[in-house]
């Protein structure tokens, strides 16, 4: 065995130790509904069972029962962190490591960590505990979801302030709802069994008023049953010959109200099961030289939390923006097109026959369903729909209808499911450890992807890739690029990595970018690059799997890496047990 062998199996060893832990989520819909009491009495079932576990933070809010049930389990020093004068303490996250429990508990996913912690958010916390193996149990309340916001503020009253995404959850290997009748949650509130006395009197009139409460406890029933929805279509492949409809939310640089659309498309996506793209045109009075700085922030923060939010982000350059809409609609077999209530037209332009972006792909689309969103920026100004969802649905769905210029054969699903190592060889794996030119990086991964190929139609494959750049580049603020290109003529999709230690020197992004997934598919079948696209993305948004990748000093460990993520995914998928 010569050398290259002994670090790839020492690698593979490392991956194997480094096995993804499960987590378990007691969801609810308020506080006092009894998340923290169910959780730590698992605890002590799992300690009687032999099992190790270990209190990583549990809030007990002066709770005298809570704190009573925390009694006879280990419980592990905070860290503590000096802010504004004042000593906070957090989970001490490097503690936890050490020690390496079997499972630890970790209250209120959704907190907000205090500056100069490991991590911002408590739910990276535990997305750092699972990679390194660890098994966690949490709490969460449903209204910290981040697509709920828009949601719970109109039904509620109340702008959550800690959120986190709703991938977190999707990822759960066990969700519990711990419910609790309206009626049953006030009378302890009154007992002084969730807030001090003098604080019942102000929670009973605002928060804990029964509307209130059987709102959020709806939201609570609704999202279990969306991710029991969720589950079963992971372990359930689609039916031979059916493509879902994707589904994408139009952006705009000055649109009032994104933030609202990105998180209904998000709960449309979730609903339906389905891959969902965030899709900013880019008009020539949009380009980088031409829109000012806070407009540029705005729509950087904007593109931010769509990724948060799960989607594909792209950003297409276009004179027509209905025309650039319906031509990535027609590539990427989107079924729902989500765009913000328009701007009302002046009079003199209507009488020109000018008509609304809306109106344009009303009228241009087929087969596709066109829902827009009333975003105008007032309290009353939207209906709530039965789920929950202020929207108006202009559908032209026909159902006999190809999109657009795809043929209806073209859109058979393959019956094997994709997998990235079946794609991609350790030939096309690359490294760079000092900065490098984007024109170097796609040069290098097409002809790494291309191997077996003349060189004359390398040429033809990286044209393409830059073809596509031109229209909108797939370099983005995440750290992570997505070229990709549909050629004609190929019988399989082609694929290579990019690992840039030391980022790409000419292009701008808020984060260097890390990971460079290149995609060649066959111009034939749309629905294969749909499928490449979104296995890429669903590997480099995951955090265990974008740690080992750090780890790769070869492309024989990369591969491994890959291999072995994909293999602990099936085996998530096939034995969902929890912790």
């Not at 009573?68 to 503690?95: C, N, S, T, W």
């Not at 996506?269 to 969902?276: D, L, T, Y």
């Not at 931010?304 to 209905?322: H, N, R, S, W």
Request: proline fraction near 5%; aromatic fraction near 6%; charged fraction near 25%.
């Amino acid at each position: 065995m010569n050398a290259d062998s002994d670090r790839a199996d020492a690698f593979l060893r490392m991956i194997r130790r480094a096995e993804r832990g499960r987590l378990k989520v007691y969801l609810g819909y308020a506080a006092g509904v009894g998340k923290t009491w169910q959780m730590l009495q698992e605890a002590h079932r799992l300690r009687q069972e032999g099992i190790d576990v270990v209190v990583g933070l549990v809030e007990t809010h002066g709770r005298i029962g809570t704190a009573k049930l925390l009694e006879g389990l280990e419980i592990l020093p905070r860290f503590v962190q000096p802010y504004h004068g004042i000593l906070v303490e957090e989970m001490d996250v490097d503690a936890v490591l050490r020690r390496k429990p079997q499972v630890v508990l970790v209250d209120e996913l959704a907190h907000t960590n205090v500056p100069g912690s490991r991590n911002a958010k408590r739910y990276e916390d535990v997305q750092d505990l699972l990679a390194a193996g660890i098994h966690v149990m949490t709490t969460l309340n449903v209204q910290h979801l981040e697509s709920l916001y828009n949601i719970v503020e109109k039904a509620v009253g109340v702008r959550v302030r800690e959120r986190l995404p709703d991938s977190i959850l999707a990822e759960a290997d066990q969700i519990v709802n711990v419910d609790l009748t309206p009626e049953d949650l006030q009378e302890r509130l009154k007992e002084g069994k969730i807030y001090p006395l003098e604080r019942i009197p102000l929670a009973l009139n605002r928060f804990f008023r029964t509307a209130n409460l059987e709102n959020l406890r709806e939201m609570t029933l609704r999202e279990m049953a969306a991710q029991i929805d969720l589950k079963r279509h992971e372990t359930e492949p689609e039916e031979e010959g059916i493509v879902p409809d994707q589904i994408m939310v139009c952006l705009s640089s000055r649109g009032p109200n994104s933030k609202k659309l990105l998180r209904y498309a998000s709960r449309l996506a979730g609903r339906f099961n389905r891959n969902w793209y965030a899709v900013y045109v880019q008009t020539p009075s949009e380009e980088a030289t031409v829109i000012d700085a806070q407009t540029q922030l705005l729509l950087s923060g904007t593109l931010t939390l769509a990724k948060e939010l799960g989607a594909m982000v792209f950003t297409y350059k276009g004179d027509g923006i209905a025309e650039t809409i319906l031509r990535f609609a027609r590539e990427y077999q989107v079924g729902h097109i989500v765009i913000g209530s328009p701007a009302p037209l002046p009079f003199w332009k209507r009488l020109l026959g000018e008509k609304s972006i809306a109106d344009q792909l009303m009228e241009r689309s087929r087969g596709v369903t066109i829902v827009v969103l009333d975003t105008r920026p007032s309290e009353f100004a939207a209906a709530v729909s039965p789920t929950g969802m202020a929207d108006f649905e202009a559908s032209r769905k026909a159902p006999e209808e190809s999109l657009g210029e795809i043929p209806p054969e073209t859109r058979a699903a393959s019956a094997a499911p994709l997998r990235m190592t079946s794609l991609l060889e350790v030939s096309g794996i690359r490294f760079w450890e000092k900065p490098v030119s984007q024109e170097e990086v796609l040069e290098t991964l097409v002809r790494a992807a291309c191997g077996r190929y003349r060189p004359t139609e390398v040429a033809v494959f990286l044209r393409a890739v830059r073809d596509r750049e031109v229209q909108g580049s797939t370099f983005f603020n995440e750290g992570v690029a997505f070229p990709h290109a549909r050629v004609a003529g190929l019988d399989r999709p082609l694929l290579a990595l990019g690992l840039t230690r030391g980022g790409i020197s000419d292009v701008v992004t808020e984060k260097p970018i890390d990971y460079v997934f290149l995609s060649l598919t066959p111009l034939e079948q749309p629905e294969i690059q749909v499928s490449v696209l979104a296995l890429g993305a669903h590997a480099l948004q995951n955090r265990q799997m974008v740690q080992l990748l750090k780890l790769a000093r070869t492309a024989e460990e990369v591969h491994a890496a890959v291999r072995e993520w994909e293999q602990l995914s099936r085996l998530k998928e096939t034995n969902p047990s929890s912790p």
